[in-house]
């Protein structure tokens, strides 16, 4: 039967595949094709798993005190039996064999097929027993890491190829931690849909640096899509089509068509200088998670990274810090790829929907910390953490030796924040004179992200080199909307005047005081945004380097002084995004693209 699932839209562009249904528990376990050669190995892999288990089971059942509990041995007996039934075994084989998952994701995924089973049973004593399965496959799953030395699966061994013949797979989740989605980068699926989160959470913000469709906050797509079920995301509306009909995939295969023709169409502007029809330059600059990704900055003609992510090296790693010297190759590598163009690098910045260890962010949310978006996040972290923050600035001072290095801190709400950064800083520059490492100057910048910061920007202008204004955050502060949440998804607006207001004002002062200033969040990298960011008098943007193309093609169209001019009208405006779509249209120069 064909249905449809609405959500966030977060990533643009259309997939069409079959779903593969992930637990959030599980999301983490390593999902990716064998080799055909190697299919009966895994097959041994997942068989060593079970017994292993089995013989642990048996001696468990087998210790068992005399005075324990009956229903304690009966419940052993019951996952015994459950390890060995075929449902379980002979389909966990079968994935292996047809689809040439790896033991892990065939066992997940056959384990999604049977606890739907389970829900659906009437008897509730039988319903019950999908926890004991849940048990039993987690058990296997510990045995498989155990042999692979526990270690999370690196992304970048994952096999990058779709399997032979195969039809494109679509990850479908109830939630992916963004440390989870690291796992993904390189990984299989072509699309994402998750039951919670919002457009500038930090799972669709990583979906949209992999330039995969995906639709976030459907609330219940996991519930009701199932494994393996063709699936159409619509990544600009936000749309699931579950089982299409033959015209609906038909009219869909179009689209994915004609988007392909529009970006390669796109791509060719790649050596066009991003520069408007009155003659400004604009810098569009990238935004990156990964070393690895400064290849598709320069690839999508980025110049230079506004803001690489450090906290993403602090992930998937089992709650162990990077030390200085991983850090310090990461960083050198990125200044590398980039070929004497600037780097911006962002002091980490853990904490919200940012965790460091493998726990979920609502687990966060709801278990650890009272309200982590305002707790010991970014900046306030590192201060707290004096050694790891002095370890992270030695490596990027290090890794300034290779290249232009720039130093970003973010979460900046007081001025005694950037003196402690500044007296940091001259202490780790001191080390690493006496300890004769070599390093040259590197310019300071804060993000301007909690409005606290908008406010009192005359005040910390004096004590930096640039600011970058994140508007993912400033958005979630300014209007007291959590940005993962998407039962409030629908007030996370960025037209909202006061937004406006804080972004218009940082961009002019920053300037007035002769401060570069640019934009790194979600805004800066939406078209629909640029032509208003233009007017305000930005003229650097650092986006995904999927974006930098349809970026540039606006900055390309416009009269940046003509759309200045309707500045101070859409400033008071009482609904800019009207105003804005009156006003800017009209002052669009209209000479058809370079
Ligand atoms: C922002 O808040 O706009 C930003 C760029 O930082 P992040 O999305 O990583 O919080
Ligand atoms: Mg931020």
Redesign the pocket.
């Known amino acids: 039967m064909s249905f449809q699932v609405f959500g966030i839209p977060v990533s643009r562009g259309v997939a069409i595949g079959r779903a593969v249904l992930v637990a959030s528990s599980r999301v983490d376990v390593a999902h990716y094709f064998i080799a055909p050669d190697q299919v009966e190995a895994e097959i041994q892999r997942a068989v060593r798993a079970r017994d292993e288990v089995a013989h642990e089971l048996t001696a468990l059942r087998d210790d068992l005190p005399e005075d324990a509990p009956h229903e304690l041995a009966a419940l052993l007996d019951v996952h015994l039996m459950l390890l060995h039934d075929e449902a379980l075994t002979g389909a966990t084989k079968q994935w292996i064999v047809d689809r040439h998952y790896n033991a892990e994701w065939a066992l997940s995924a056959q384990l999604e097929v049977l606890a739907r089973q389970f829900d659906e049973m009437e008897d509730e004593y039988l319903r019950e027993r999908k926890a004991d399965l849940e048990q039993v496959v987690e058990r296997i799953l510990g045995a498989l890491a155990r042999e692979q030395g526990k270690a999370p699966v690196d992304a970048s061994s994952v096999v990058q190829r779709d399997f032979a013949g195969e039809d494109p797979l679509l990850l479908v989740a109830a939630d992916i931690a963004p440390a989870d989605m690291m796992q993904f980068k390189r990984s299989v699926f072509h699309g994402f849909i998750t039951d919670i989160g919002g457009k ?1 959470s ?1 799972t669709a ?1 990583v979906a949209r640096s992999m330039d995969i469709p995906a639709v976030v906050g459907t609330r219940e797509a996991s519930r009701l899509i199932r494994q393996d079920d063709w699936v159409i995301i619509d990544g600009d509306l936000g749309a699931v089509i579950v089982n299409p009909s033959p015209i609906v995939l038909e009219e869909y295969r179009f689209r994915q068509r004609q988007s392909e023709l529009e970006r390669a169409r796109l791509a060719r502007l790649r050596h066009t200088p991003a520069v408007t029809l009155d003659g400004e330059r604009v810098e569009l600059q990238a ?1 990156i998670e990964l070393p690895a990704d400064a290849a598709a900055a320069v690839d999508a003609g980025a110049t230079g990274v506004g ?1 690489f ?1 450090s906290e993403f090296l602090f992930m998937n790693r089992n709650g162990e810090l990077p030390s200085e010297d991983e850090q310090f190759e990461a960083y050198r590598a990125a200044v590398e790829a980039m070929k004497g163009m600037p780097v911006t690098i ?1 002091t980490v ?1 853990i904490g ?1 929907d ?1 965790p460091l260890d493998r726990m979920s962010a609502s687990e966060l949310r709801h278990e650890h910390v009272l309200n982590p978006a305002m707790g010991l996040r970014a900046i306030r972290w590192s201060l707290a953490e004096p050694s790891m923050f002095r370890q992270q600035l030695r490596a990027i001072y290090r890794a300034s030796a290779y290249g232009k290095l720039r130093l970003l801190i ?1 979460m900046v709400a007081h001025l005694s924040e950037i003196r402690q950064v500044s007296e940091t800083l001259k202490r780790v520059q001191q080390q690493l004179t006496d300890a004769g490492q070599a390093f040259t100057p590197v310019e300071l910048g804060v ?1 301007i ?1 909690i409005p606290a910061a908008a406010v009192m920007l005359p005040l910390l202008l004096p004590h930096v080199d640039f600011i970058s ?6 958005i ?1 502060y300014t209007l007291a909307i959590d940005r993962a949440d998407e039962a409030v998804a629908h007030l996370y607006d960025p037209w909202h005047p006061a937004v406006l207001q804080l972004i218009a004002s940082s961009i002019g002062q920053a300037r007035a005081a002769g401060k570069s200033v640019s934009v ?3 805004m800066a990298g939406d078209p629909a945004f640029t032509d208003l960011l233009l007017a305000m008098g930005l003229r650097n943007f650092s986006m995904h380097p999927s974006q930098i193309p349809s970026v540039k093609q606006r900055v390309l169209r416009a009269d940046a002084s003509r759309l200045a001019e309707a500045l101070p009208q859409l400033l008071e405006s009482p609904d800019p995004q009207r105003t804005a779509a009156l006003l800017l249209t009209s002052k669009r120069g209209n000479t058809p693209m370079q």
């Not at 204004?469 to 400033?474: F, K, P, V």
């Open positions: 500038t930090h913000i935004n803001l992510r962002r910045d919200a940012k973010p993000m992200e204004i994140g508007t993912n955050d400033l979630q790194c969040g979600e």
